[in-house]
C-alpha cells in the first residue's frame, strides 16, 4: 500500500517549510492574478489562438509553456487549451504539444509538492479535497490517480500536487497522468481541428463523447476504483 513519507524531521523544519510554502503559494496566487490581467487572453480560447499565432514558427513551443502554466497555476481550463491547439496545429500535432505542456507541468507540480511538503499543498488542494484523496490513496492505491486524470473535469492539476505527498515515483506519476489524459485531449484537439474545418456536426459528436465520458465516469466513479484497485493489486502481486 503507498504511504505519505514523513516530511518533516523536526518542528523547526516544519515551520521553514510552512513559511516558504506560504511565500510560494502567494507568488503563484501573484502569478495567476497577474497572467489574467496583464494577458485577459489567456482566459478566453478564440483570444488565445490569436495570440498564439503571432509567435508564427515558435507558436508550438509558446503553446507548450502556457499548457506548463495551465497545470501549475491553472488560470485556463485544460480542456479549453486542447480546443485551442486542435484549432490551430490539428487533432495530431495539438494532441503531441498538449501532452508535452501536460507532462512536463505535472513533473514539476510533483517536485514542487514533494519539496515543499504538506503544508504547501493544503494551500493549493482544499482540504476536503485533499482528505479525500488521502482516503481514497488508502483504498485504492493509483488507481485513484489514474481515474482523476482519465475523467475529464476532476481535478487533475490540483490532484498532481496532492500526488507530491505520495511515495509513488516521479516518472511513475507522471506516466499515469499521460496515460489517463490521452484519450480526453485526443478528443478535444479532434473537436478543435473540426471546428477549424468548419464542421459542425463533427465538432459537436466530440465534444459529446467528451461530456458523455466526463458524466459517465463522475456517475460510476466507484465501480471504476474498485475495478482498477484490483487490478493494480493483481499486477503487482505478479
Do not use: K
Request: aromatic share 8%; charged share 15%; hydrophobic share 55%.
Amino acid at each position: 500500500m503507498l504511504s505519505v513519507p514523513e516530511l518533516f524531521e523536526s518542528p523547526r523544519d516544519r515551520w521553514r517549510t510552512l513559511a516558504l510554502a506560504v511565500v510560494v503559494v502567494a507568488l503563484l496566487a501573484l502569478v495567476g492574478t497577474t497572467l489574467v490581467d496583464r494577458f485577459p487572453f489567456l482566459a478566453n480560447p478564440t483570444a488565445l489562438r490569436a495570440w498564439l499565432l503571432e509567435f508564427g514558427t515558435l507558436a508550438p513551443l509558446a503553446f507548450v509553456g502556457v499548457q506548463i502554466a495551465q497545470v501549475l497555476v491553472a488560470p485556463i481550463p485544460g480542456q479549453a487549451l486542447g480546443f485551442a491547439s486542435g484549432y490551430l496545429f490539428g487533432a495530431l500535432w495539438g494532441t503531441v504539444y498538449s501532452m508535452v505542456g501536460i507532462v512536463l507541468g505535472t513533473a514539476l507540480a510533483v517536485g514542487i509538492a514533494r519539496s515543499l511538503g504538506r503544508p504547501y499543498v493544503e494551500r493549493v488542494v482544499t482540504a476536503d479535497a485533499l482528505s479525500v484523496f488521502d482516503d481514497a490513496m488508502e483504498t485504492h492505491g493509483l488507481a485513484v490517480l489514474f481515474l482523476v486524470f482519465l475523467v475529464p473535469g476532476l481535478p487533475d492539476d490540483a490532484i498532481c500536487f496532492a500526488a507530491g505527498l505520495t511515495d509513488i515515483p516521479v516518472r511513475r506519476v507522471v506516466l499515469v497522468a499521460a496515460v489517463g489524459r490521452l484519450p480526453g485531449f485526443l478528443l478535444v484537439n479532434l473537436a478543435g481541428a473540426a471546428a477549424a474545418d468548419g464542421n459542425a456536426e463533427l465538432t459537436a459528436v466530440f465534444v459529446g463523447a467528451l461530456l458523455a465520458a466526463s458524466v459517465l465516469g463522475y456517475l460510476y466513479r466507484d465501480r471504476l476504483m474498485g475495478a482498477l484497485g484490483s487490478l493494480t493489486e493483481r499486477t503487482a502481486g505478479r
